[in-house]
């Protein structure tokens, strides 16, 4: 990764241009910096999880959005498709996505769709709604997991930006207990700072006999795993009640070995949750400015500038917030 300097861009028909005042990096973003995410390929600004103010629009007629503040949704979808008319706007078939598809927000400024914008309070902290897009990430995942569990256990493997988000929505969601996994100290020093008080080391902990103290007889009904690599989808399947579901968010690694015949006779529902629609991009965006999701406690900030040094403390494992929140 390079920090170099480009002309300003200028907004066309139907555009803004939007002066970052917040950006996450997200654990994407990591693979596609490690080269392990084929739909990030360089040259890329990156960034698709931000806030900003809109400077410049492309049109006369959107005068009166200058100066608003914004976040954004980064899921283009074209309309038109099967899925798009069916609602699945989210499985388009001809998606794009801002920081993918076309240059994101690791910069000064972004151009953005006028329908990817969303207005929020002047007074909210840039960085609390730069969380919208991780949220509705989170929000979807973990609604579709308790979907057919009232009260559920739920376990949810990775306490960076998503796994934590997804705990803190598993709560608000009526959750009886949830526990989250990881294999950082610190990490899971923090998630129990800011009130996730059941945890468990997954590589210190037999994590079969820390569930059974945490769940008791009633057991896990749900387990969201927010890494997504071989040995964190195993444990799913095998720490899950029969009948429970087991919500893949995590992109670790693309193919992974999996008891199929064990998911087939204990009936245990296996899904994937990429991002989301555009109802649960709101109603993240109404949880943060309700203040009902907050990045206190989790979060740090730093300069997009240094965005390289995050960037290689990440992948060495010393960050132990669970969220990297960029200031350009």
């Known amino acids: 990764m390079i920090w170099e300097d480009r002309e300003r861009p200028i907004p066309e028909d139907g555009e803004l ?3 970052i005042e917040a950006v996450g990096i997200c654990g994407s973003e990591i693979e596609g910096y490690l080269g392990h995410n ?3 390929k360089p040259p890329l600004i990156m960034g698709h999880e931000f806030c900003g103010i809109i400077e410049q629009v492309g049109n006369k007629e959107n005068d009166v959005l200058i100066g608003r ?6 899921l283009i979808f074209c309309g038109q498709c099967d899925r798009c008319r069916q609602g699945s706007t989210q499985l388009c078939e001809s998606r794009k996505i801002i920081g993918i598809h076309m240059p994101g927000a690791f910069a000064r400024w972004a151009i953005v769709p006028v329908a990817a914008a969303i207005e929020v309070p002047e007074s909210m902290n840039s960085f609390r709604a730069a969380l919208a897009e991780p949220l509705a990430c989170s929000l979807r995942a973990t609604r579709r997991a308790m979907d057919r569990h009232a009260f ?3 376990v949810v493997i990775g306490a960076g930006g998503i796994g ?7 709560k608000l969601l009526g959750a009886s207990k949830v526990m989250i996994v990881d294999t950082n100290p610190e990490r899971l020093k923090m998630c129990r700072a800011i009130g996730m008080e059941e945890t468990a080391n997954a590589r210190e902990d ?3 006999e820390r569930t059974k103290q945490t769940f008791g007889s009633k057991g896990i009904d749900v387990v969201i795993d927010a890494a997504g690599f071989q040995t964190t989808r195993e444990s799913a399947i095998k720490l899950l009640n029969p009948g429970g579901t087991f919500m893949n968010i995590g992109l670790g690694i693309e193919e992974t070995v999996l008891p199929i015949n064990y998911l087939i006779r204990h009936e245990i529902e296996l899904l994937g949750s990429f991002c989301y629609s555009r ?4 109603d993240a965006v109404d949880l943060l400015v309700a203040g009902r999701i907050t990045e206190t406690g989790w979060t740090e900030i730093r300069s997009l500038a240094d965005g390289y040094e995050a960037f290689a403390q990440l992948v060495a494992g010393k960050v132990t917030n669970g969220k990297i929140l960029m200031k350009p």
């Open 206 to 208: 037999n994590l079969e």
């Open 279 to 282: 109802q649960d991009f709101q």
């Open 152 to 154: 559920a256990n739920v």
């Open 164 to 170: 934590l988000l997804c705990a803190k929505i598993a």
């Open 69 to 74: 503040k914004i976040v954004v949704n980064p």
């Open 38 to 40: 084929s739909l990030r």
């Open 17 to 19: 241009l939007v002066r």
